[in-house]
């Protein structure tokens, strides 16, 4: 990988991050210092101050020895989504649920105390905030930040709420970390969270989980109303089993995405 620029003004140094970058993949998602090493070639000390430079930039996240991407690649371009497949797998399922039920809906992934949007299917109505994929928000004030939340274990909390929000964004009305702990103990319960008019006034949504194809919760995906439209009760009664129908396809066909044989195959020189 690294070591192959031949022009007076190739950066070694860039292409040797980028190359750590691209050593994750669908079938390496994690990877140890060690393993990070081999798979670009570098020494081991260059590795190490490589991911550590990724991870105070935001780009890679470590645990337990092991070092993967975040979401924030998303910023370099759409290869984080591509990798995953979200995308092509979620577009076809949320455009089918947005022509049933009339409102916006998205997906998102967590990244440190922040959700960041990897797939949105939108109509056109008047809401207090833009959204878009790559659009950052703080997590608990938000359904599909509840939903991420309440799926890690409470050291990955505690470590994920003392991070700082980069969205530079606070919510309307952010729960403090009882009222937190309480509403993320009722989203384990149901398997669905609430957000009303807690990031943005006017902004009212309803979110469920995603799951891969080991049941790990990926991803949340919501609804979007408008609360002076959409009642909570029509919110929750009427679209929320639509929104459980779809977000379980997603995962099904996550699933079976990620069972897929895939092998490349150089083509044959010409004769």
Not at 90 to 97: D, F, G, K, S
Not at 224 to 244: C, F, G, K, N, Y
Request: net charge negative; glycine share 8%.
């Amino acid at each position: 990988m690294a070591g192959r620029g031949e022009g007076p003004d190739f950066v070694e140094a860039l292409a040797r991050g980028l190359d750590v970058i691209a050593c994750f993949d669908r079938e390496h998602p994690e990877r140890s210092l060690s393993e990070v090493a081999q798979a670009t070639g570098l020494a081991r000390p260059t590795a190490r101050r490589l991911l550590l430079t990724l991870e105070e930039l935001g780009f890679v996240r470590s645990r337990d020895g092991a070092y993967a991407l975040t979401p924030r690649v998303l910023s370099l371009g759409t290869a984080y989504v591509a990798s995953l497949g979200l995308w092509d797998i979620a577009r076809p399922r949320l455009e089918a649920l947005v022509a049933r039920t009339g409102e916006s809906s998205s997906m998102a992934q967590l990244d440190g105390s922040d959700i960041v949007y990897v797939a949105r299917v939108s109509v056109p109505k008047i809401i207090a905030l833009r959204v878009e994929v790559g659009t950052r928000f703080p997590a608990p004030p938000t359904s599909q930040g509840k939903v991420l939340l309440a799926a890690l274990t409470p050291d990955e909390l505690d470590a994920v709420l003392a991070q700082p929000s980069r969205s530079g964004l606070r919510g309307h009305r952010e729960p403090v970390r009882d009222e937190l702990d309480d509403e993320l103990a009722r989203v384990r319960a149901r398997g669905w969270a609430l957000a009303d008019e807690e990031l943005a006034p006017g902004v009212r949504s309803v979110a469920v989980p995603v799951r891969d194809g080991t049941g790990t919760v990926r991803a949340a995906m919501n609804v979007t109303v408008h609360a002076a439209e959409t009642s909570t009760e029509r919110l929750v009664d009427d679209l929320l089993p639509m929104l459980q129908r779809t977000a379980a396809e997603v995962s099904d066909d996550w699933a079976q995405w990620q069972r897929r044989p895939h092998v490349e195959v150089d083509p044959a020189p010409p004769a």
